[in-house]
């Protein structure tokens, strides 16, 4: 997690981003609410047995005196990891979110986890190719898909290198909010767990590729969950299962969390946790909570071998991909 200090809506996403908010308050208030709202989230999740990582963002200083990095709070986008060891780091389309990547988080991950390589896309940028990691991707970790709504966030190229670099299937589709556009990020519209999953099906634009992408899940053994459009203007698919020391907690948030239904609810309960986090301010940006979680699904390192760790990361491979 990244906890900012400097926070904002960002005006150069708020043009495809249909879930933005605005606020009468001033700046230094939105930013003060963000960073408590962040500090909350972590104690609550660590209260419920999640290991968190929390970073601070507190550079000020960015072009015509804007904050270098509005969005810093939702750093799922710049990179993911993977089992096996892996890292990807990924292309951006706002050119505010490019300074979002920091070596420093890398690099702890590197020094507390067992990481082989990190493939960087994030060349690609200069070509004007985006691929905003698990945002416009969402993975099913089990059923090696990447469900990934149609954007320009999502270029179709770059799609298909990380899924063939990291073996994963891609299944594309268009979507459509109430008013026509499309969804920006695939993961404001589904949720996988790994035992559920929710989302708006109905944003699916064409009927048989709806269908298709609920059979994948449904194959999986999956309890589906619909979404309606109140629902999903409401982050509550922007939600992430995570491993407790007690079990699997779905993080969402108390937006997210107040428009399920109770059928919803106990359906939810009946593989997860539901751990609802206030991030009213957070969420003008037009992300919620899963958008502020940065999943690591590496192996941790034995606590008391130092000169091993800092053998293995000097030797960890660098993949990179564009200019």
């Known amino acids: 997690m990244v906890r900012p200090h400097h926070f904002h809506p960002n005006p150069e996403t708020a043009a495809d981003n249909a879930y933005q908010g605005c606020s009468g308050a001033p700046a230094s208030e939105l930013a003060r609410r963000a960073h408590a709202e962040v500090t909350e989230a972590a104690a609550q999740l660590r209260q419920a047995g999640v290991r968190v990582h929390l970073f601070d963002d507190e550079d000020p200083h960015g072009s015509m005196g804007q904050p270098a990095t509005p969005d810093s709070v939702f750093p799922n986008n710049w990179f993911s990891t993977h089992a096996g060891g892996h890292v990807a780091l990924y292309p951006m389309y706002a050119p505010s979110r490019r300074r979002e990547r920091r070596s420093d988080i890398i690099e702890l991950l590197k020094a507390q986890y067992r990481v082989q390589e990190v493939v960087d896309y994030s060349g690609l940028e200069a070509d004007n190719v985006f691929l905003e990691g698990t945002g416009a991707m969402v993975l099913d970790h089990v059923g090696r898909v990447a469900y990934t709504a149609q954007s320009h966030r999502a270029n179709p190229v770059t799609l298909e290198r990380f899924c063939t670099h990291f073996q994963y299937e891609p299944m594309v589709f268009a979507t459509a909010d109430a008013t026509g556009q499309p969804c920006y990020h695939t993961n404001v519209m589904l949720c996988i767990g790994t035992e559920f999953a929710m989302g708006g099906f109905h944003m699916v634009s064409d009927p048989q590729r709806r269908r298709e992408v609920q059979e994948r899940l449904w194959e999986s053994g999956r309890n589906l969950i619909e979404l309606g459009p109140e629902q999903i203007t409401n982050f509550a698919a922007n939600a992430l299962e995570l491993q407790s020391r007690s ?72 993949i990179q991909i564009g200019a």
Do not use: W
């Not at 059928?263 to 539901?274: M, S």
């Open 247 to 318: 079990g699997p907690v779905l993080a969402l948030s108390a937006r997210a969390a107040a428009c399920l239904t109770p059928a919803q609810r106990r359906a939810l309960e009946q593989h997860t946790t539901l751990l609802p986090l206030a991030v009213p301010t957070i969420e003008l940006a037009g992300g919620s909570v899963r958008c502020m979680l940065a999943g690591i699904h590496l192996a941790p390192r034995p606590s008391m071998a130092p000169a091993s760790c800092e053998a293995s990361a000097t030797s960890t491979n660098l």
